[in-house]
């Protein structure tokens, strides 16, 4: 199993640009999400799904849109750039563990707007 | 609002030491406690985790103790070694749900 995966590793944005960051995972979780992780803020949950066709908002979804059409794959969309927006993103999926969930995570996206 | 706070943000330990870290939680409704490891230009991964009805869970060098009544938990890190050396985050989850509140997090160095 390759997990769950992430592309691109690197990317730079000029402020108001477009982008996708994708994330695909495949060990059939139903459970995918999004966060970034920016230096001293810990990991902000941004948006998440909890199976195809369903997804919803986190702590910081401004900027962001999501879908899921299928299982295996949960895009973060940018819709227009912001410096803001510069940060590490991290996809992670979730399977069930002795009654709680264990996260697992993509090796993140590195994202600069310039 | 930060839901888990985590203490301290960076910490230095020499080789063989233990290494401790703090978290406090304020929502009641949380009922599962994982520790996060993180390496740099890694995503984080669990390393050990807790439920609120046991006081201690160790596993390894690793040992998180929880105090129910103070709401805190802990992550404490025996013989510490220089493969240690990363960041570590708790979070903490309500029941049934897959939505985890992270910590901000804490640099952990260890010096040989």
């Known amino acids: 199993n390759a997990g769950v995966t992430q592309t691109p590793k690197f990317q730079v944005l000029k402020t108001g640009q477009s982008m996708t960051l994708q994330c695909a995972q495949d060990?059939?979780?139903?459970?995918m999400s999004w966060y970034r992780q920016d230096p001293g803020m810990g990991l902000r949950l941004i948006h998440y799904?909890?199976?195809?066709?369903?997804?919803d908002q986190g702590e910081v979804p401004n900027g962001y849109n999501v879908s899921r059409s299928t299982t295996e794959d949960f895009p973060l969309r940018l819709l227009s750039a912001a410096p803001s927006q510069t940060s590490v993103y991290f996809c992670?999926?979730?399977?069930?563990?002795?009654?709680?969930?264990?996260?697992?995570f993509g090796p993140g996206t590195r994202l600069t707007v310039l | 609002q930060q839901q888990v706070k985590q203490s301290p943000q960076s910490l230095i330990v020499q080789k063989g030491g233990i290494s401790i870290i703090n978290c406090a939680y304020e929502?009641?409704?949380?009922?599962?406690f994982p520790w996060y490891q993180q390496f740099p230009g890694k995503g984080p991964a669990l390393l050990i985790a807790?439920?609120?009805?046991?006081s201690e869970k160790k596993e390894g060098r690793f040992t998180i103790s929880f105090n129910k009544s103070a709401k805190q938990f802990s992550l404490h890190i025996m013989d510490s070694q220089p493969g240690d050396s990363a960041t570590y985050f708790c979070?903490?989850?309500?029941?049934?749900?897959?939505?985890?509140?992270f910590g901000k997090g804490t640099k952990l160095t260890v010096n040989p």
């Open positions: 992670a999926s979730s399977s069930e563990r002795g009654g709680s969930y264990e996260q697992f």
């Open positions: 979070a903490a989850s309500t029941r049934g749900s897959e939505k985890l509140v």
């Open positions: 799904s909890v199976g195809a066709g369903i997804t």
């Open positions: 807790i439920r609120p009805d046991v």
């Open positions: 060990m059939n979780h139903e459970y």
């Open positions: 929502n009641t409704a949380f009922d599962y």
